[in-house]
């Protein structure tokens, strides 16, 4: 019996998992650690409307370069419409046609923005102060309100922040209650704005989060306080200045979407950050697709943040494997460490071993409970794994009232994986008694712990998603653990006596 | 602590990795291991071959035999029950003797009717067998060991681990319960391993918890002068096996009953590697020259050249072994 397939087939998946890697780092200069780097982010707008059969025209703002941020490519895929790039002086927009279109429809937008290091901020002229007739009685509470800010205020931007403050949870009084039944919260601290002569208008702007999807715009106040100097003002916590990961999507006081000839819509974002050196950021790399070019990068953006997570695995299943065959570690369900690694990334490593362990202590001792009543198996994992739920319920509640925000991250953790972790140790407790329970449980989590490690290091995450060769190698690394003859690390230990004589 | 890799390769100890890549993988056909796996199966066609088994009380299939169970117990003395499925010696309910109502356990522990149906339901369940699935449990009229066996066990059987490579034995040992272990066999549940000679069937080496053992834990009874009764024939009996099954690597487990001799009990694809620690020598030389041997010799035939290649003298004896060179020696020119 040759192994020599076997080793052809090793050798191949190495050469064409390291040429692919080589080859993506050389063609697109893409860096092998994320050194010295400059931070781009990719953000997509998907449109979704429900077209009407008639001739469609949609209207999208666009962002332009910005303090922090500067344009870089931007792209559009919407196939029979129309495009056109329009700009005036409340800024850039998309203006997709059709001459008729019916049912669901989907427009996309991307666009790649680089952090620049450029604090300055650009010069606006101030809008035009815009008159608000008000009703009574809205007109004397208008009045009050800006009677109070006003007096307590020295320039329009004191102004401004003293009457969001007036409006915001703790402080509202009743004319400002009374105003935001009536109105939408921006669009009246801007009319009020004007009508106390102070410039201002409502612009949006998208909050940047690495790997986040179905986003939307948050609306921000912009006020201007002569010689074309302005500042933002955040419209529900009356937070002054521009957050660095603010980036303005429209900013002229328009709409940010209009859609005619289609109903039901919505714009979405889904936005992503890549470390690249740079040189090749500022170069703009238009997608060739060819073969060697094959990557996850050609994906949409959202499914893109998705492949983050999921090319990471391979990477857990290594240490997996690893751990087993080399050193001997005994789990309890092979890849049920893998699935609490990733739960470990989204909970942080604190929150997730003592969200675990207490998940597993609390559900052991209910299960010992179920274990007297006699019950089928089937129907005894299915109320563990209620219990699952019922103890992660209760404890995301109990750690939101004290305060601990993180506790609610316990709800990411992989629920009927859990439940059947504690059958099966209930049932090790009670064949092999607590001490097994403890060396597979113990091992369970040391290898949880160092699945984590790996996947959660940057390193590593910046290579799995840039270099997709690198799964080709990793699976050549797997195959050739799985036909590793010699002996396990702990089976030195165990086999020790036999020496000894 | 450790010992050093080297230590171990010089011993021939095997490792995990090389049985189950070396062995298993290449001497056991996936497709035969329902054979063994279901131990209803084994029972059923260690029958067809003339192999002897513990005899069949009965077996309960659906939920609804639960409540049979009482009436097919009723009128024997003892009785095991055991999931068809199961391994490593899970779900195995040893009762002694049954006591008007109650159920006796070896240890003296009174089991209720309600407990042996728990246990049953469980069993079907799928609670004991690989994987889950759901099983079948079998009922087995309880064995009458050997008498001058009991002195060295505590209320267990002892049964017979016998290695069968290719259809030759070429490692043995016996396992006796201790207290430590509960009544199980299980070496690493704290069962007394005890190692046997192929040529022989004496004892060679004793082991608890991996540690050199001279005598029974809780019997206090010398190991040195353990001897196989019938040796020969339970030698032939487990090399039968693998006519019966056609895996390569085969763990065969032998008990010996009073009245009837050498019975099979179970077969594992999987054997453990503890046979080693309790031999006090590696699988590796030994496996290596069954290797080298051909194909198609009887039964007899593959026994006694077992028994003249691995007979060794045990260091329980407390003698100096003969000096045997491996080759003879050649006359000095």
Known sequence: ?????????????????????????????????????????????????????????????????????????????????????????????????????????????????????????????????????????????????????????????????????????????????????????????VGLLNQAGVPAREVSGLLLEDGRRR?????????????????????????????????????????????????????????????????????????????????????????????????????????????????????????????????????????????????????????????????????RVSAVIITVIAIISIFSVLSYRVGLNAGLTITFFPMIILAWTIERMSILWEEEGPKEVLIQGGGSLATAVLAYLAMNNPWIRHITFNFLGVQLIIMSLILLLGNYTGYRLLELRRFKPVTED | MWARPS???????????????????????RRLYPLVDDKLQTKLLAERYGITTPALIGTVTTQFGVKQLQKMVAGHEGFVIKPAKGSGGKGILVIERIDGDGYIKPSGVRLEKKDLERHVSNILSGLYSLGGTPDVAMVEALINFDEHLSEYTYEGVPDIRVIIFRGYPVMAMMRLSTAASDGKANLHQGAVGVGLDIDSGTAVRGVQFDRPRLEHPDTGHELASLLI?????????????????????????????????????????????????????????????????????????????????????????????????????????
């Open chain 1, 1 to 189: 019996m040759s192994r020599l397939p076997f080793y052809l087939i090793v050798g191949l998946l190495m050469a064409v998992g390291i040429g692919m890697s080589v080859h993506r780092h050389v063609q697109f200069e893409v860096p092998w650690t994320q050194g010295e780097q400059r931070t781009v982010w990719e953000v997509e707008a998907i449109i979704d409307f429900t077209a009407l059969g008639d001739p469609v025209r949609v209207d999208l703002a666009l962002p332009q370069h910005q303090r922090g941020y500067r344009l870089l490519t931007e792209n559009t895929a919407s196939p029979g419409y129309g495009l056109s790039f329009l700009q005036d002086e409340s800024g850039r927009r998309a203006q997709w046609s059709i001459r008729e279109a019916a049912g669901s429809q989907q427009l996309y937008y991307s666009a790649r923005l680089l952090v620049t290091e450029d604090r300055r901020q650009r010069a606006l002229p101030a809008p035009p102060l815009r008159e608000i007739t008000w009703e009574r009685p809205y007109d004397t509470a208008a009045a009050q309100v800006i009677e109070r800010a006003w007096a307590r205020s020295a320039d329009p931007y004191t102004f401004a922040r003293e009457l969001i403050h007036d409006f915001s949870e703790e402080r509202q009084g009743e004319n400002a209650r009374l105003l935001l039944t009536q109105f939408d919260r921006s669009t009246l601290l």
């Open chain 1, 215 to 379: 986003q939307t715009l948050t609306p921000w106040i912009q006020v201007f306080a002569g010689d074309d100097s302005w500042t933002l003002f955040n419209p529900t916590t009356g937070e002054q200045g521009q957050p660095d990961n603010l980036l303005l999507w429209e900013s002229g006081g328009r709409a940010v979407m209009e859609v005619q000839g289609g109903s039901n819509s919505r714009v979405t974002f889904s936005m992503l950050s890549r470390n690249q050196p740079a040189a090749a950021a500022v170069r703009s790399q238009l997608a060739d697709d060819t073969l060697l070019n094959f990557s996850i990068h050609s994906l949409p953006l959202e499914e893109q943040a998705l492949f983050q997570t999921i090319l990471l695995i391979p990477i857990g299943a290594l240490v997996v494997v690893f751990l087993r065959i080399i050193v001997g570690i005994k789990t309890s369900g092979t890849f049920m460490p893998v699935l609490i690694a990733l739960a470990f990334i989204q909970t942080t490593l604190p929150t997730g071993l003592i969200g675990f362990l207490l998940i597993v202590a609390v559900g052991l001792v209910i299960r010992n409970y179920l274990s007297y009543l006699n019950l089928l198996l089937v129907a």
């Open chain 2, 7 to 29: 230590q171990l390769l010089r011993r021939g100890i095997i490792g995990m990795n090389r049985r189950n890549i070396r062995y298993i993988g290449r001497y056991n056909d």
């Open chain 2, 229 to 333: 009764p019938d040796w020969r024939n339970l030698l032939e009996l487990a090399a039968g096996c693998y006519e019966m099954t056609g895996l390569g690597y085969l763990g065969t487990d032998m008990v010996i009953d009073r009245n009837r001799g050498p019975m099979l009990l179970e077969l594992n694809a999987r054997p453990g590697l503890a046979i080693q620690m309790a031999n006090g020598e590696g699988l590796r030389s030994r496996l290596d020259l069954i290797e080298k041997q051909p194909e198609g010799l009887g039964v007899a035939e593959r026994v006694a050249f077992a028994q003249r290649h691995f007979a060794r003298c045990g260091e329980l004896r407390n003698i100096a072994p003969p000096p045997q060179p491996l080759v003879a020696p050649l006359p000095s020119a």
